[in-house]
């Protein structure tokens, strides 16, 4: 390690280095600096990883970057100190404006408004964001929300002409009963499908003495999962979605990885 307090051979100042130089990029916080990151944590701490309050803190900390105290880099010192990806976090920062304007007090559903804000200010992502609480019961969904934004983009177009809030309202009006109807008619189609007569079992030609077809020894039998089973883990999913503020799917693709390593070491061992 370089000795800062030894002199290069002309005996001048001490010499320096490229590890020298990352020392003093991260070296430690001043006092009122180290006193704003305790006050920033301290937030975190208080509301919890997923709210506006947190948002605000992580991005005063990355802003100022004083994450260096721990002599971190962003990504590390999310994951090390809080135990949340460096994604999440940088949803919930970009989220939080709008968690705080619109007092929407989760990040997933916030975050769908984020471009509207951004770009056409917080009147016009109120508009869709009241627009859209209309016709979903004051509780529209991130899928709503993500609905609204598109159409409304697609019907006004990439103009940098701010949009008038009462025309995002109507058209968000209009978005919850297209998204609604069509959620409607998709619960129809799957209902019709569960009435309808299923396919004649393999078992029933061996009663008209046809031959049965059996299953290859060694191979498991197809088995579908109830969709009893299914709701309850989409339930399971959007709740930890509703916790953490990330995307179900994310979750559920989480899951899947976590038993497909578990059973499916177990099923090689088996067939091996």
Known sequence: ???????????????????DDAAKA???????????????????????KAAADAGEAFDTIKDKELHRHYRMTWAEYTM???????????????????????????????????????????DSARALWDGTKEGSENKPTAKVLRAAVQSAKEKIGEGKKVPA????????????????????????????????????????????GADTASTPAGEASAWVLPDSAVTEFSRLFVAQAEATGRPPEEIAIEAYDVLRKHYGTAGDQAAA
């Not at 180290?34 to 208080?46: F, N």
């Not at 471009?115 to 056409?120: M, Q, V």
């Not at 799957?190 to 299923?198: E, L």
């Open 165 to 208: 809030p009462d025309k995002l309202l109507s058209l968000a009006r209009k978005t919850v009963a297209r998204v609604v109807k069509e959620d409607a008619a998709a619960k129809a189609e799957k209902a019709a499908a569960k009435k309808a007569p299923a396919p004649a079992a393999a078992g029933e030609a061996g009663k008209n």
């Open 26 to 48: 991260v070296s430690p916080l001043s006092e009122e600096d180290r006193l704003l990151l305790s006050q920033c944590e301290g937030r975190i701490q208080a509301f919890g």
């Open 1 to 19: 390690m370089f000795d800062e307090n030894s002199n290069n051979d002309e005996g001048g100042a001490p010499a320096t280095t490229e590890a």
């Open 80 to 122: 090390a100190r809080w135990g949340v990806s460096v994604s999440q976090v940088d949803r919930l920062i970009a989220a939080a404006p709008v968690m705080r304007e619109l007092s929407i007090p989760n990040e997933g559903t916030a975050r769908e408004l984020v471009p509207a804000y951004r770009e056409w200010g917080a």
